[in-house]
């Protein structure tokens, strides 16, 4: 009984451009995907944890939670959704197609219990997400410019976080069969969509960023600080 949660952490950080990837990046002193699976490892109701990393990932090895019994490793690939995909065919060998499931990126380890709390009292197949605050502007390319194409309806808008749920058996074959269709897929909610279901937006803090940029790492330690002070 209980939810699995998968953590794709096979990314390169392109945009962060550090020395290694991003999710080894030290914040308040520890590797930024400890972080992550600390913070997993105290969620109410957990069954494990399945981390997706590179083929060739020396770091992993060295977190303390690499030995946790709860925590298991499969190799990821060339995409975030390749990545989940491994970890969901590992899963798929041991758990029932009801076992509910949540995919967390390694880089939000800013992620709340409270966030966490209302996720599990969602429909079964939801993602976190934050209703968008700016105005919204589509593009169209002028020469080599952006320009405004038009202005969407902010009150329909929704940024993307995770943890994304759904079960294991639906989330497997909508995955799949979506990458086999060439689609892109760059969140589990986009390959549910492609198979007609429409996910539950739950609304989450504003505060589970994704570590992206190097400017992030400050805001992420800062909201870390505050939250375990
Ligand atoms: N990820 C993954 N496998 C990939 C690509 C990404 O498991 N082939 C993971 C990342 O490690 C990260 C999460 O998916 O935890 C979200 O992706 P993103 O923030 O884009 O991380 P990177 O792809 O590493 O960063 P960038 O796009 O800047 O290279
Ligand atoms: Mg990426």
New binding site residues.
Partial sequence: SGYWVV??????????GADR???YLPLLGRPLLSLTLRNILTWPGLAGVVV?V?EDDAYFPHLAEAKHPQVHRVT?????A???LAALNFLATRESGETPVLVH????PCIALEDIEALLRADPVSLLAQPASDTVKSSRADGDRAVVDRTLDRNRIWLAQTPQRAPLGLLHSCLRRGLEQGAAITDEASALELFGHSPQLVPGRRDNL???HPSDIVLAETILRLRYA
């Fill in positions: 953590v794709p952490a096979a990314g390169v950080g392109k945009r962060m990837p991003k999710q997706a590179s990821g690939g060339v995409e975030r390749d990545s989940v990126d390694a880089a939000r994704k570590v992206t």
